[in-house]
T-cell receptor
C-alpha cells in the first residue's frame, strides 16, 4: 500500500540556518511527489512537485527538493530559513488508480519553528 | 479571485445536528475532493468527484453525503453530527492527470467544532 513517512514531527532552526525536511514514500510505480505548506489557520499551498525528469526540483519561496529513487526519499531543503517559513510542511504522493484520477496520500507533517 | 472557496470558515454546532459545508472552484478543474484534517494535523481523503460523478469514497460513515450539482461545486452534508467529527475539512480541485502536469488547489478549510 502507498504511504508517506515524515520522520520528524517537529523541527526548530535558527533564522538564516539551512533546513532539510525528510520524506520517505512507499509506492510501487514511479511516484508523483508533492510538498505542501500550511501556515497556522490557513489552507495548503503547493511548494513544489516532482513528476519526472530532473530529480532536483525548484519550488516557490526558495525551496527545493531532491527525488532519490534508491532511497525512496523526497527531502525538502532551503539554504536559509526566514521567520515566515514557520509552518506545517506536508509531503504527499499521488496514488493513481484506474481512470487516471487519483488521491494524494499525505505524511503526518513536520512542524517547523524558527528562532530569531 | 479565490480559486477554491469554502463556506463557512468556522462552524460550531451541537451533537446531533445536521450541517453543510459548501465548496466552489473557478479554475475549470474537472475533479474535486474533500479531505479531513484531524486534531493531529493528519490529512485523509474522504471523497472525490469527477464531472459530478463520485469516484472515491474512502469508507466514510453514511452520515457524510457529498453532493456535486455541477463540476464547479462540491458540497458536504453531515447528518447527526458527533464529537469525533470535529476537524478541519478541506475542499480541493485538480485537473486530470497529464493536464497542466497535475496538482491540487486547496481551499482555506472549514473548522468544524461539535459540542
Amino acid at each position: 500500500a502507498q504511504s508517506v513517512t515524515q520522520p520528524d514531527i517537529h523541527i526548530t532552526v535558527s533564522e538564516g540556518a539551512s533546513l532539510e525536511l525528510r520524506c520517505n514514500y512507499s509506492y510501487g510505480a514511479t511516484p508523483y511527489l508533492f510538498w505542501y505548506v500550511q501556515s497556522p489557520g490557513q489552507g495548503l499551498q503547493l511548494l513544489l512537485k516532482y513528476f519526472s525528469g530532473d530529480t532536483l526540483v525548484q519550488g516557490i519561496k526558495g525551496f527545493e527538493a531532491e527525488f532519490k529513487r534508491s532511497q525512496s526519499s523526497f527531502n525538502l531543503r532551503k539554504p536559509s530559513v526566514h521567520w515566515s517559513d514557520a509552518a506545517e510542511y506536508f509531503c504527499a504522493v499521488g496514488a493513481g488508480f484506474s481512470g487516471g484520477y487519483n488521491k494524494l496520500i499525505f505524511g503526518a507533517g513536520t512542524r517547523l519553528a524558527v528562532h530569531p | 479571485d479565490t480559486a477554491v472557496s469554502q463556506t463557512p470558515k468556522y462552524l460550531v454546532t451541537q451533537m446531533g445536528n445536521d450541517k453543510s459545508i459548501k465548496c466552489e472552484q473557478n479554475l475549470g478543474h474537472d475533479t474535486m475532493y474533500w479531505y479531513k484534517q484531524d486534531s493531529k494535523k493528519f490529512l485523509k481523503i474522504m471523497f472525490s468527484y469527477n464531472n459530478k460523478e463520485l469516484i472515491i469514497n474512502e469508507t466514510v460513515p453514511n452520515r457524510f453525503s457529498p453532493k456535486s450539482p455541477d463540476k464547479a461545486h462540491l458540497n458536504l452534508h453531515i447528518n447527526s453530527l458527533e464529537l469525533g467529527d470535529s476537524a478541519v475539512y478541506f475542499c480541493a480541485s485538480s485537473p486530470p492527470w497529464g493536464r497542466e502536469r497535475y496538482g491540487y488547489t486547496f481551499g482555506s478549510g472549514t473548522r468544524l467544532t461539535v459540542v
